[in-house]
């Protein structure tokens, strides 16, 4: 299994371990797998890694099929499109041919080589590697995927279904089919099982739908009341919207509103559901049927709401250590006095308060880097401790400040606690 704990790929192991199969995952990060898949047999390695057959020869050894859940949105900091979804495939079909291995690949709609995104170019030419290489091969190009868990597409429905009052959207009436997770699980096993025929598939239900009544029916599976005005976002907004996610992938962010989602949502997501339907007699769930078989607790509503509160957090995480440095440097006279006060020589005094102010800055820019902001969050809150105890034992009569500066690191403090578990994205 590749990709075994993303959003597919971990519905998809645990689907397969519930049918009784053994499963291996190709994993990146064994911290973040052990966590999502504590119970799976997992195998360290990177997709960009991978560049010939014989890089894959000693993982085939005991496997009968590959299953391909991994994927990238976009081109940043961790991800390589070409790599990931081309290089690395293309010589995993060629290794399979030549073991006699099976692969089920998990495609997307609209993945095809004149397409307007890489995202899609890219997965069209792995598509059509796998298909050349002969061996056996399901390939699947699910719709809008929704799950119990939510990531990419699904997170981002439920984050502009959190918000109150108005329901914001771009392209309402973009037409979108959607799969459930558990049909896409359903399909996957069913080829492992060779109760599919080899082929392509489009896993969507039978009719598209706007995608301001996806979001409707989102809003209102996760308990929310209803909007009182929907508020159409005009597309230079949604333009300079996704120019900034796509700064912020640089920075490790992998925003879903990056400006390929923004353009695959704009073209629509549709697909023919017919193939599948012929092949095994039965349509896929559609909208109403998938959100009516998942149950949806207040877990879900926290998650929608923090994933939509999340970017505010960490700018003003951002802003209130940068200018606490940058007021300390400019206030670096007043600063060093109350420390002056209480014993402190004048050069050591100022020599602690840019030490400190530089501290800040530092934390506050770090926050931004995506790869850092967990463990900076709790480096911010173990600074904003350390400066409550030491502003007690030197200086205490701060606390009856006027001004309040002790009191008001206790929020900024919580804030930092708060920020950690928001960052953990899987």
């Known amino acids: 299994m590749l990709g075994a704990y993303g959003f597919i790929g971990a519905a998809v192991v645990r689907a397969l371990h519930a049918d009784g199969l053994e499963v291996k995952g190709l994993i990146r990060s064994r911290k973040t797998a052990g966590r999502v898949l504590p119970d799976v047999d997992l195998v360290s390695g990177d997709l960009r890694d991978f560049r010939s057959a014989g890089d894959w020869r000693p993982l085939l050894t005991g496997v009968d099929v590959v299953v391909n859940c991994a994927g990238a949105l976009q081109d940043g900091g961790q991800d390589d499109l070409r790599a990931v979804h081309y290089t690395a495939i293309a010589s995993l079909g060629q290794a399979c041919a030549e073991a006699g291995v099976s692969i089920v690949q998990v495609s997307a709609i609209g993945a095809d080589t004149d397409a307007t995104t890489e995202f899609m170019r890219s997965k069209a030419d792995g598509d059509a590697a796998l298909r050349a290489s002969g061996a056996t091969l399901w390939c699947f190009k699910p719709g809008l995927v929704i799950g119990q868990s939510d990531y990419g597409g699904t997170a981002l429905l439920r984050m502009l279904a959190a918000v109150p009052f108005v329901q914001p959207v771009a392209f309402p009436g973009t037409p979108v089919q959607c799969v459930g997770m558990r049909d896409l699980c359903a399909a996957v096993l069913s ?38 005005l929907t508020i159409t976002m005009p597309p230079k907004v949604t333009k300079v919207v996704a120019a900034v996610a796509d700064l912020l ?178």
């Open 249 to 426: 992938g640089y920075l490790g962010w992998r925003s879903p509103l990056r400006s390929t989602a923004m353009k695959v949502m704009a073209q629509g997501v549709t697909g023919d559901p017919e193939p599948y339907r012929r092949a095994t007699g039965r349509s896929l769930a559609g909208l109403e049927e998938i959100y009516g078989g998942l149950a949806c607790a207040k877990e879900h509503r926290l998650t929608a709401r923090m994933t939509l509160l999340m970017p505010v957090v960490i700018a003003v995480l951002c802003l209130f250590w940068v200018l606490s440095g940058m007021f300390g440097l400019t206030g670096l006279s007043q600063a060093a006095e109350v420390l002056t006060r209480n014993g402190w020589s004048g050069a050591i005094a100022n020599a602690s308060v840019v030490f400190w102010s530089l501290i800040d800055i530092m934390l506050g820019l770090a926050i931004l880097w995506r790869p850092w902001a967990a463990r900076v969050c709790l480096a911010q809150a173990a600074i904003a401790m350390f400066y409550l105890i030491a502003a007690t034992l030197m200086a205490p009569e701060l606390w009856l400040d006027p001004l309040g500066p002790l009191v008001k690191i206790a929020p900024a403090l919580m804030l930092s606690l708060v920020a950690r578990p928001m960052l953990e994205s899987r």
């Open 191 to 228: 080829a492992i099982r060779d109760d599919l025929p080899p082929g392509s598939y489009d896993l969507v239900e039978d009719t598209p739908q706007p995608l301001s009544r996806v979001l409707s029916v989102t809003r209102h599976w996760l308990g929310f009341s209803p909007a009182h």
